[in-house]
DNA sequence: AAGTAACCTGTCAGTTCTGACAGGTAGGCC
DNA sequence: GGCCTACCTGTCAGAACTGACAGGTTACTT
C-alpha cells in the first residue's frame, strides 16, 4: 500500500510544511517551504509558475519562482518567449494534476528550439504539477526535474504534490497579491470614508448629509481618490479600491 | 517527542482530511470532514462556529454548523442571545489558537444562566480552537467536549487542531460564501459586458463606441442592473456586481 | 518660521447620468 | 399564433458629476 512508502516522518514533513504555508507572507519563506518540498520529493530541481487569470490574459507572461532550476535556462525561456509555445505550460494550464514531461512532448511535439534548450541544460526528464482555484483565480504549476534515480515513484510523487500543491498556489497568491500592496496609493481616513459610502450607492449630497460637510468637499475628496487611483470617474474609483482592498 | 503520540495513521487522515477541504463545496461534505475531525480528536461533541467579519457587526449572529452537539443546547443559547455574552466566543473571537472552557470561565465569569444550561447538558469541560483570516475575513471556531478520559493529551490537541483547523476554515467560508451565491440575480450576457467596462470607469458614451451600439442603450443596460441588483445608481451596480461576484 | 498633509468650502460652465415617456426586432417555447 | 426573454433605440427634463477657478484652517515636521 502507498501509505508505507511514506515514513512517518515525512508525514510529519508534509503536515508541517502545510501548515507553514497558511502563515507565508513573503518570497523568503516560500523559498524555504519550497526547498521542504524538493526535498521531500527527492530532486534536485525545481521552480514554480504562478499565473493569474483574473485580468491577465493567456498572453502576460506568468510570474516564475525559481527554487533550484538553472536560472540560465529560465533566462532563455523567457527572453524567447518559448514559454508560450511550451506544450508543458498549456497541458499545465488547461488541466490540474501530474503531467510527465515525456509523455506531454509526445502528445504536443514542442519546438525543436525548445528541446534543444533543455537538453542543453540536462533536463531530460521530470514531472509537472498544476493546480488552479477560483478565488483567487490563477494557476500555480511546479516543475520537478533532476532525480537521481530514473525509477521514480510516480505514486508517491502524485500523493506528495495532490496533497501540498493547493496550500502551495494559495500561499504564493498571498505572496504575489500582497507584494503589489507595496507600492499601493494612500488614501487618506476620510477619502475610505467617502468611497465607503459611494459603494453603497450615494450620491455626493447624501454622503455630505450623512458626514455634515458640504457637498463640495465630497467631491473634493472623490476628485484626490480619482487622481491618486489613476481612474477617470467615481466608477473607476469605487472598483479600482475594491479591486486594491482599499475599502472595507 | 510529539511525533510519537500520533500514529502514522493518523497522520495520514490528516493529510487526507486537508486534502479534501480543498474541494469541499457542500455543507454535507464538511460535515463528513468534521466527523473525520472528531474521531481523530477522540471526542463526541463537536459543532463549528463561522462568522463573517466582512460587512457584518460583532452584533449579528455568526453560523452555527453542528456535527454531534446536543441540538437543544445551541437552540438555547441561540434563543437566549447568549452567544453575545459567552466568554468562550468573546475570547475566541479575540485571538486565535486553543482555549480550555475551565480558563477562560475562570478568566471572564459567565452569565449564571449560561453555567446552568452547560452543565444541564452534561458539558462540563471542553475546548475551543479558534482560527481567523483577513481574505476571506472571519473567523472560524470549533468546540468540542465529551472526551472520555478526563486526561487529554493537550499538546496533541493543540497540533492537530493547529493544524487542520485553518483548512476547515477555508472549506467553511467557501462553503457558507458559495450557498449565498444560490439565490443571485441573473445577469444577461450583455448586461455583464456593460458593467466590466463600467468597472474600467468608461462612461455610456465610450461603452457605446466599444460596443458599437446606441449610448441609449447602454443606459438601458444600466438601468436593468440596478434595477436587479437593487441599487440606487451605477457606483451601486458596479460595487455589488463585484462583491458579489458577477463580473470578472 | 516655513513647509506640508489633511481637511474644508465656494462658484460655474459643461458633461454625464437618470427616469419616464414610447417604441422596435429576433429567437425559443407551448 | 401568442408569450416571453434578450436585445436594441429614440426624446427630454431634471439631477448628478466633473474640472478648473480660488480660497480657507489645523496639526505636525523640519
Known sequence: MLQNSLASGEMMDMLDIIHATTSCRTMARFQELAKGLQNLLGCSKTTFCWKSLEQDTLLTPPHLLNVSFPEQFLKLLSERRLWRQNP???????????????????LMSPPKQLLDIKYSFGLYSGYTFSVASQRPRGVTMVSTGGYDSPK?????LKFILCRLMPHFHLALSEVLE???????????GREVE??????EGKTSWEISVILKISERTINFHVTNVKKKLNVNNRMGAVAQAMHLGLVN
Open 88 to 106: 508543458i505550460s498549456i497541458r499545465g494550464m488547461q488541466q490540474e494534476g501530474l503531467q510527465s514531461w515525456q509523455d506531454t512532448f509526445n
Open 178 to 188: 500582497h507584494g503589489r500592496d507595496k507600492n499601493l496609493p494612500a488614501l487618506t
Open 152 to 156: 521514480i515513484e510516480i505514486e508517491r
Open 194 to 199: 467617502v468611497l465607503s459610502w459611494l459603494k
